[in-house]
């Protein structure tokens, strides 16, 4: 494959996905979700058990693309998260497993990225948040279904209410991820834990991921379709654009509750 925001290694097996876009913080714009897919297609197709997907550099993935979304109405924005929400359904119905090892900044989408995988570790740099609040928007790939989920409703809650940051170790005290490794552990413990799933039965453990799914786990693609129709309605309104505006202007938001 000829890819130009990710790295892709595949082993006996499993796979090594990184994100590789470390100057601009592994954000996620439309090129990046796009390429993703066609990824999840190839590693279907070479029955790959296990994937651990990280990012280059400091972040994990800072987040979507903020100056992209601030010239978007609410039609454009109403699609790109349609986008996200499908590919990152895509990964949690993909007959692998994915395990985010989560290095640094694991932001919006990125935090959403992170969501939509089936095992998370974090470096003990990792950093958390949905911050979408701040920006007049709401979770758009996926956040406002996968974290109450995870979490549970009233820490998810709070978390998007108010769009704080929290640590690691926030992170495994409400059981977001499950192990919390110094940075330089982070990778290795991630890809020991993908070759030891890589010698299980692909077939048995796509079965038992299904199963999960079907307990009430997972999201459906209606509540990812729902998600959009209001991350879009957020452009609809005065605040989600002077919201987008003010983070590219690198200045506070006026909201004006409009």
Known sequence: MNLQCFNLEIQDGWALLEMARPEKLNVLDGNVLRELESILETLKAQKVKAVVLTGQGKAFAAGADVAAMAEMDCHEA?????????????IEDHPAVFIAAVNGYALGGGCELALACDLRIASEQATFGQPEINLGIIPGFGGTQRLPRIVG????????????RFSAQEAL?????SR?????????????????????SGPILSLAKQAIA??????????GEQE????????DTEDGPEGLKAFVE???PVFNDR
């Open 153 to 164: 409703t009233a820490r998810a809650k709070e978390w998007i209410f108010t769009g704080k």
């Open 228 to 235: 959009a129709e209001y991350f879009g309605k957020c452009l």
């Open 214 to 223: 079907a307990s009430g786990t997972g999201v459906s693609s209606r509540h």
């Open 250 to 252: 690198k200045r506070v």
């Open 180 to 200: 919390v490794l110094p940075p330089e552990q982070l990778v290795p413990e991630a890809r020991t834990l993908a070759e030891e799933l890589a010698k299980k």
């Open 78 to 90: 109403t699609l790109f998260s349609a986008l996200g929400n499908r590919v990152f359904q895509g």
């Open 173 to 177: 005290n409400a059981g977001l991820v």
